[in-house]
């Protein structure tokens, strides 16, 4: 019995390092992805350096709780909700890695870049604080096991898929003006700026992705594919 015991707290202390560091996570590839798009929106270098650099955290995180799943299995060979809970993390670890590399992405472009119309910038930084939004509430399903915050995300998503393609429509017009003048600098800046919007779609895609993840872990179904509970 006493074995019994031991065996369920260190369960317990396990799966609490495990949220923990899931939530730990989020937060640092929020940051990242913010720091990103500051980075742009005020051209600053060093900012954008920053953000470089600091890709290797994300990825030692997610190695770290990549061991700590592999672990977690090994000592405990969790079954029903508790494997669910760590196949869970080591999904959403997977997606919040990819949050990172998009942030990266995103910041190494901040150098090439020459002068924008603000206008389209501020919707640039618009829609990334609708990803960002979209993060920061996946952690909170996570944080509170609520189910429901995906079919939110989902919707969120829509959104944020429908500007990005009124975004890069637009770029799209102002690179062919710039094709026909000539101004190849411009034509550049404009291209990286429709490879920032697909990275931050695909930011948003990722944070819908967490809170479906939540779903599975909550109340066992694969919401993957639009496929959420009633």
Not at 21 to 47: S, Y
Not at 94 to 117: H, Q, T, W
Request: hydrophobic share 45%.
């Amino acid at each position: 019995m006493p074995g019994r015991l031991h065996t369920l707290v260190s369960f317990d202390t396990d799966i609490f390092t495990l949220r923990t560091g899931v939530l730990a996570m989020t937060e640092l590839a929020d940051r990242q992805f913010r720091d990103a798009i500051d980075a742009l929106w005020r051209r600053d270098l060093a900012l954008a350096a920053d953000v470089l650099a600091g890709e290797r955290e994300v990825n030692a995180m997610h190695l770290a709780l990549d061991e700590a799943c592999a672990r977690v299995i090994a000592r405990h060979q969790p079954t029903a909700v508790d494997l669910r809970e760590v196949v869970g993390v080591l999904h959403s670890i997977g997606d919040l890695e990819r949050i990172g590399d998009e942030a990266k992405k995103i910041a190494s472009k901040v150098p090439r870049l020459g002068n924008l119309d603000e206008g389209r910038v501020e919707r640039v930084a618009a829609l990334a604080q609708m990803a960002s939004t979209m993060i920061q509430r996946a952690g909170d399903a996570y944080r509170q096991r609520d189910p429901s915050i995906a079919s939110l995300l989902h919707m969120l998503d829509d959104r944020v898929d429908a500007e990005r393609d009124r975004l890069i429509e637009d770029l799209t017009r102002d690179i062919e003006r710039g094709a026909a003048s000539a101004d190849a600098a411009s034509t550049e800046s404009l291209l990286d700026m429709v490879l920032i919007v697909q990275s931050i779609e695909r930011v948003a895609d990722h944070a819908e992705d967490l809170a479906e993840y939540v779903v599975a872990i909550a109340v066992g179904v694969d919401a993957r594919h639009g496929n959420l509970p009633p």
